[in-house]
């Protein structure tokens, strides 16, 4: 698939709080994720189910050049082994859903 966006739903581990989720993702996986060629963009929305900040489910929306060389690049490149450990150990695995997307123009049959 090229010029894939995908977007990964998934919840957090219990006792894992929105705040250490967001800085993971501020401080290592976006900075990290974005500075390979084939991440076009990447944005991250925490759920506030109750509108209290106490978010405990996440939407992904990463766009890539190519999605088959962006999952040889995940699964191979050193760089991301800290970016992977980290995202195992604060998300439920179990709950990780990915939806690749396109932008409709409404001209679709």
């Known amino acids: 698939m090229a010029g894939t966006t995908a977007v990964n739903t998934f919840s957090l581990r219990e006792g894992v709080g929105a705040a ?3 800085a993971f993702s501020r401080d ?4 990290t994720c974005l500075a390979l060629a084939e991440v076009e963009s990447f944005d ?3 759920v506030d189910h109750d509108r209290d900040g106490s978010a405990v489910d996440v939407v992904e929306v990463m766009t890539v050049t190519d999605w088959d060389r962006w999952v040889e690049v995940r699964d191979s490149a050193p760089q991301l082994r800290p970016v992977v450990d980290r995202f195992e150990q604060l998300v439920d695995i179990a709950t990780v859903t990915t939806y690749f997307t396109r932008r409709t ?4 049959a």
């Open 20 to 22: 250490e989720f967001a």
């Open 28 to 31: 290592l996986d976006r900075p």
């Open 44 to 46: 991250v929305y925490l």
């Open 105 to 108: 123009t409404g001209e679709e």
